[in-house]
T-cell receptor, first 114, second 114 residues
């Protein structure tokens, strides 16, 4: 079965600084990979997803993520963080075949200092 | 378009009481899902449905029942609530079961069982 690990429970950055949130997955073949964001009191919103092709994926709100097969990673990045980016971020992995259901990581809480 | 809505937003139950959470979507989606979110645990799938009249168990189905009598609604029932079911419950829907089908999430229901 597939699994996903987000090593960082909390990340603190200053506004305007760059951001990288880590995500590692475990799956034998090429997985489907997702990043979601959850603002306080809200449901999850899809930021970006990777299925195949170009390993650098662009998403909404200025986020991007890079798939690195050799490291089994799909890290999320943003060059300059805004205070409104403070939220919980979830990485998810899915596999093909049957009824597709993604498996979610435990989440990383992003704190943005002014 | 309201998207995915959940009723109620908050609820407090006593141990042994029953209740039903309602999820409604107006996007004509086939697939619907119920997740629970606990601190440090990410999202865990309780039950899901691949179409009207169908339901299937997810990762943590014990203590819950579901029904999908109408395509637009997905009900989650707790027959005899336990403190371990204190959680935030999220409903989601997607057009189909392919990884290319984005999941859309509701705002969540915060349930406390005393």
């Amino acid at each position: 079965a597939q699994s996903v690990t987000q090593p960082d429970i909390h990340i603190t950055v200053s506004e305007g600084a760059s951001l990288e949130l880590r995500c590692n997955y475990s799956y034998g073949a090429t997985p489907y990979l997702f990043w979601y964001v959850q603002s306080p009191g809200q449901g999850l919103q899809l930021l970006l997803k990777y299925f195949s092709g170009d390993t650098l994926v662009q998403g909404i709100k200025g986020f991007e993520a890079e798939f690195k097969r050799s490291q089994s990673s799909f890290n999320l990045r943003k060059p300059s963080v805004h205070w409104s980016d403070a939220a919980e971020y979830f990485c998810a992995v899915g596999v093909s075949g049957g009824s597709y259901i993604p498996t979610f990581g435990r989440g990383t809480s992003l704190i943005v200092h002014p | 378009n309201a998207g995915v809505t959940q009723t109620p937003k908050f609820r407090v139950l006593k141990t042994g009481q029953s209740m039903t959470l309602l999820c409604a979507q107006d996007m004509n989606h086939e697939y619907m899902y119920w997740y629970r979110q606990d601190p440090g645990m990410g999202l865990r799938l309780i039950h899901y449905s691949v179409g009207e009249g169908t339901t299937a168990k997810g990762e943590v189905p014990d203590g819950y029942n579901v029904s999908r009598l109408k395509k637009q609604n997905f009900l989650l029932g707790l027959e005899s609530a336990a403190p371990s079911q204190t959680s935030v419950y999220f409903c989601a829907s997607s057009y189909g079961g392919s990884p290319t089908d984005t999941q859309y999430f509701g705002p969540g229901t915060r349930l406390t069982v005393l």
